[in-house]
């Protein structure tokens, strides 16, 4: 594996933790306000402590402000590398196929990957929670059946922020006035 460097970036959310290797590829990004999860899981995932600090990379830092800037689809190409199980593998790579914009259920996930047993939902739910990668793996577009906003290792805010971002949550239909205004 190539030697991993840890950069620095403001966003919208607070400061982004990235973890790349020498070819720009993004292995984990994080929010500095968490640097203890991040760095739990680069010693489970690649049994790393100390990373080299360097200037975010240019193509990464690119996307990710044109992301903040609106322009929604600008992470899709970026390139990533994860490690996990098969089954988080397969979770990963399910959740970048969501489409921005939109959202899903875990059962819905969990359908979609063959599982037919309901309770697959909750093994779909950790691999999920273990996502190294916030918002370039795009697990915050994961809600519960109901629609309620569940579990976010970064935090239920910022899950909210994003799928505001993204124009992802349903609108909140006003019940229509039902008084009479002034001269009417």
């Known amino acids: 594996m190539n030697q991993l460097s840890l950069s620095q970036l403001g966003s919208p959310l607070g400061d982004?933790?990235?973890?790349?290797?020498e070819q720009q590829v993004l292995h984990a990004l994080g929010f500095a306000d968490q640097r203890w999860h991040l760095r739990r899981g680069l010693r489970e995932r690649y049994g790393v402590d100390?990373?080299?600090e360097i200037p975010p990379p240019e193509p990464i830092a690119r996307a990710l402000g044109r992301y903040f800037a609106d322009e929604l689809t600008?992470?899709?190409?970026?390139?990533t590398a994860t490690e996990g199980t098969e089954l988080q593998g397969r979770v990963w790579a399910a959740l970048q196929r969501i489409p921005c914009g939109t959202t899903t259920s875990y059962g819905k996930l969990a359908k979609e990957l063959g599982f037919q047993d309901p309770r697959a939902a909750i093994d779909i739910g950790a691999a999920i929670g273990a996502n190294p990668i916030a918002i370039v793996v795009p697990c915050h577009r994961v809600i519960a059946n109901n629609g309620d906003l569940k579990g976010f290792a970064w935090g239920l805010p910022r899950k909210q922020w994003l799928l505001e971002h993204e124009k992802a949550l349903p609108t909140k239909r006003v019940a229509p006035r039902t008084e009479m205004l002034p001269g009417f």
């Open 50 to 52: 100390a990373l080299r």
């Open 74 to 79: 600008a992470l899709e190409s970026l390139p």
């Open 16 to 21: 982004l933790l990235l973890v790349t290797d």
